[in-house]
């Protein structure tokens, strides 16, 4: 059974304990990107990651956490920073499939709060890409050398402007 655990609901020595876990099992392509975007381990990329989001979900598969995610505010107005990490679980293909039937209204939810979601994802990370370009999200830019290893890494972004009724002034 797959469970999306609101992060603004669960409490601090319980959120530790899923963040602990999934820090232990990430995936070796997020744990590469995490050192090559920040220098730090995953565990303190993961508390960084939900300290700043707005909304952030763990992703849990019969009880065991397989992945976390959210969106964190920018300098740009209406711009999201989103993110996403996870075990090798979440690619399993049934694992895979139920999060892919359950993952659109958190986008939505995300949307409703940034019109734009954007980040940047290193290139070495297929998997990770593969998601996103599910997720309806483009590869939008190339920025070679960036972080503290140089890496070559994309921009990648997703839009989905708020709704306007028709006969509401534009």
């Known amino acids: ?15 530790l304990g899923l963040l602990s876990h999934l820090a232990e099992n990430l995936r070796p392509s997020d744990i590469d990107e995490i050192q090559a975007t920040t220098g730090t381990g ?11 989001s707005e909304r952030a979900w763990i992703i849990r598969v019969d009880g065991e956490p397989v992945c976390v995610f959210g969106a964190a505010p920018t300098e740009f107005p209406g711009a999201g920073s989103v993110w996403m990490m996870g075990t090798s679980r ?12 359950n993952f659109r209204p958190y986008l939505a939810e995300l949307h409703k709060l940034w019109p734009i979601l954007f980040n ?23 920025l ?17 402007p708020p709704c306007v009724h028709p006969s509401s002034p534009a």
């Open 144 to 160: 070679p050398n960036h972080g503290p290893e140089g890496r070559l890494f994309f921009t990648f972004s997703r839009y989905e």
């Open 90 to 101: 979440m690619d399993e293909r049934p694992v895979a499939l139920s999060i892919c039937r």
């Open 42 to 52: 995953p565990m303190q990329a993961l508390v960084e990651s939900v300290a700043v």
């Open 120 to 142: 940047f994802i290193d290139a070495r990370n297929q998997k990770s890409m593969d998601w996103l370009l599910w997720g309806g999200f483009q590869i939008i830019e190339a």
């Open 1 to 15: 059974m797959i469970e999306y655990l609101d992060l603004r609901e669960v409490d601090g020595g319980t959120l």
